[in-house]
């Protein structure tokens, strides 16, 4: 296994447009997890997975944003209506979960950029 | 909302100098990691220090963990320019690493 794969690497898309973001988490890990990034900040929480069960979400997740983990392989996020502030770095993250601490994986980021 | 905060927000030194990097934090933790990331590139775990722990070594980097003070400090020795990144921390309450908003290290060769 190669690591955490996100796809695409860059998104440019116009106001309102949907877009959507997939990860391909290392294969035996058991959580996966979505944070945004933007220049000059640390990654901000967004969302994770035990599985297929999405455990939590945070309060930046509006109703535009939506995660699945299917059968808890890979993930997608999809941001409807995209706006201007939706322009960051999107990254996943998977760990393999259990009682232990989270070492977190990362991919290496899909960049969004809203026109 | 970032748990942790890094200080000093930029750090500028000359290659073999030891880079140190603080982060604080507000609430009780698990354990606290610091990640590295080169520009425009995913995160990369360094170490991780567990709560009942004070102090963890690997390689050129020592970690130390205060929990009465909540905070830890990362220390970089013999700094290379390979070592020029963002250095975050991230504190673990409960299954969720929370993160800084990073110490931008520059090493002048």
């Known amino acids: 296994d190669t690591g955490v794969s996100q796809d695409p690497r860059h998104k440019i898309t116009k106001r309102g447009q949907n877009v959507t973001f997939r990860c391909d988490p290392i294969?035996?890990?058991?959580?996966l997890y979505w944070y945004r990034q933007t220049l000059g900040q640390g990654p901000e929480f967004l969302t994770y997975?035990?599985?297929?069960?999405?455990?939590?979400k945070s309060r930046l997740l509006s109703d535009r944003f939506s995660a699945e983990r299917p059968k808890g392989s890979f993930s997608t996020l999809e941001i409807q209506r995209t706006e201007q502030g939706d322009s960051a770095m999107y990254l996943c993250?998977?760990?393999?979960?259990?009682?232990?601490?989270?070492?977190?994986?990362f991919g290496a980021g899909s960049r969004l950029t809203v026109l | 909302s970032q748990q942790g905060e890094e200080d000093p927000q930029a750090l500028s030194i000359q290659e073999g100098e030891n880079a140190t990097m603080n982060c604080s934090y507000k609430?009780?933790?698990?354990?606290l990691q610091w990640y590295r990331q080169n520009s425009g590139r995913g995160l990369v775990h360094l170490i991780l220090?567990?709560?009942?722990?004070r102090e963890k070594h690997s390689g050129r980097l020592r970690v130390t963990l205060d929990t009465s003070k909540k905070s830890s400090s990362l220390l970089i020795t013999a700094s290379r320019a390979a070592d020029t990144a963002s250095y975050f921390c991230?504190?673990?309450?409960?299954?969720?690493?929370?993160f800084g908003r990073g110490t931008s290290l520059i090493v002048h060769p």
């Open positions: 993250a998977s760990s393999p979960g259990g009682l232990g601490a989270n070492v977190l994986t």
């Open positions: 294969s035996e890990h058991n959580r």
């Open positions: 997975f035990q599985n297929e069960a999405q455990l939590e």
């Open positions: 609430t009780s933790i698990n354990n």
């Open positions: 220090i567990r709560s009942n722990e």
């Open positions: 991230a504190t673990e309450g409960s299954y969720i690493p929370t």
